[in-house]
């Protein structure tokens, strides 16, 4: 049974991969790179990617799906993890940038500081999530663990530095505004 799980899990690794490397032929992308996560729930759920070196265009789709599953409260906790995931024909490709918008340069900095080698190492996905007011911290994200319906998004990491002449540190962000040093 375990075999015929993994096997199907590959055939639609490979439908889904195809899914995203046709988005990236029509849109111009051929130089990006293409991937596929598997998702919660259903072996038809995934996350497919395709990403270049400034950014990741993604999707949240389900490759048997022909009508969207329209989640209402009170559902429970699987129809809200699962609802997201919309049928091929409606999927809704999303851009996230490796280093910020705004202030891209600084975001690479923080991005190849020794403080976040070990999350370079870890992450598949690396995309900016923000800074803080000052400019202090940049956050980022790996979209692997960017599940929607759930509430929270494990590995949060940021660098941080009080001024442009010190070096960045890393933390982790455990919650909307908690953050913890890492040593």
Not at 107 to 132: C, K, N
Request: with cysteine.
């Amino acid at each position: 049974m375990l075999c015929g799980y993994v096997g199907l899990q590959f055939v639609q690794r490979q439908h889904a991969l195809e899914f995203a490397r046709q988005y990236a032929d029509r849109h111009g992308l051929s130089a990006g790179r293409v991937d596929a996560q598997p998702r919660p729930v259903s072996p038809f759920n995934w996350t497919v990617f395709v990403s270049d070196e400034e950014r990741h265009r993604f999707a949240h789709i389900n490759l048997v799906r022909r009508e969207p599953r329209r989640y209402q409260p009170g559902d429970g906790f699987i129809a809200r993890v699962d609802s997201p995931y919309l049928p091929l024909e409606q999927a809704i490709w999303v851009k996230r940038s490796r280093y910020g918008e705004v202030d891209s340069a600084r975001g690479r900095e923080a991005w190849d500081s020794p403080a976040l080698g070990f999350f370079r190492w870890f992450a598949v996905e690396p995309a900016y999530d923000g800074a803080t007011e000052s400019g202090r911290c940049i956050w980022f994200v790996d979209l692997r663990f960017v599940t929607p319906g759930r509430d929270l998004t494990p590995f949060q990491y940021g660098a941080c530095r009080d001024s442009p002449q010190e070096p960045w540190h890393a933390y982790e962000r455990s919650g909307p505004s908690a953050k913890i040093l890492l040593r």
